[in-house]
């Protein structure tokens, strides 16, 4: 059985190398490139002759473009920050080759952020659906929290996913929730959705006690707590951009 890894990238010269190497062993590597400006290109190059660019049309349409150019009758699908361990890289093959092989499967996620592994927060296990066979798969969503829907049976793995989101400090993270903020409040825009201060209030109120306590973000330190406020603040920031749409303080393309 042969498998293909697909990955969507921009402006990812500090963490696709170690991305690439990570799945090195593929029969197929197929990267697909949002115009970065950087030297993403050139190294994507250095592992894979299957290199493409295309204009940004959000992340289930990219995806569902990589997945169109893969060959592989298995896909793995990776973004440019992760990393396959040794461990899953070894069950992937061996799942591939299995006559028992279900249609899809969950792989844990560990995040690497603010100088330590997190192990709560709701980083962890955050098992994500990114292997599955590449004829019963497709990718939906909107602007925002794309999934893959696979047709028939998923199961579980034990090896897991090395992810380095945000370039493992505040100032990205901050610049990933300005960004998502955006599109989810766009999206709820269109969906009909109102502001309500009420909302304002107590929606990042409840996020953080979620991620601090129920997700047990204390026990990650001073990350967790990180973790926690930021994910209070992309709720905030997500209600004050949904405000601003219907007040027209700020139209579709200038948020």
């Known amino acids: 059985m042969t498998i293909s890894v697909c990955i969507i990238c921009f402006n990812e010269e500090p963490s696709i190398k170690r991305c690439l190497e990570s799945v090195a062993w593929a029969d197929e590597i ?21 290199v493409h660019q295309r204009k940004w049309t959000g992340y289930a349409d990219q995806k569902n473009y990589a997945l169109s150019l893969a ?11 992760e990393e396959a361990t040794v461990e899953l890289s070894r069950e992937i093959i061996d799942i591939a ?8 499967y969950l792989i844990p996620r560990r995040s690497f952020y603010q100088g330590r592994w997190i192990k709560h927060s709701g980083f962890y296990p955050d098992r994500q659906l ?29 090896g ?29 825009h269109e969906q009909g959705k109102r502001f309500h201060l009420i909302l304002l209030l107590l929606r990042p109120f409840f996020k953080f006690l979620e991620v601090y306590f129920l997700r047990l973000g204390l026990l990650d330190g001073i990350p967790g707590l990180i973790i926690s406020v930021t994910s209070a603040y992309a709720m905030f920031a997500r209600y004050v951009k949904l405000r601003e749409l219907e007040q027209g303080l700020a139209k579709r393309s200038s948020l």
């Open 130 to 158: 990114r292997f599955f066979r590449r004829n019963k798969a497709l990718w939906t969503g909107k602007r925002v929290h794309e999934k893959v829907h696979v047709e028939g049976r998923v199961g579980f793995m034990k």
């Open 30 to 50: 197929v990267v697909v490139d949002s115009m970065s400006r950087d030297r993403t290109l050139d190294i994507a190059r250095q592992f894979t002759r299957s």
């Open 160 to 188: 897991e996913i090395l992810h380095y989101p945000y370039g493992g400090i505040l100032e990205g993270q901050l610049a990933t929730v300005n960004s998502f903020s955006t599109l989810m409040a766009l999206d709820l």
């Open 97 to 104: 080759n299995s006559k028992e092989a279900l249609e899809g």
């Open 71 to 81: 060959s592989g009758e298995w896909v793995l699908s990776l973004d440019a920050d």
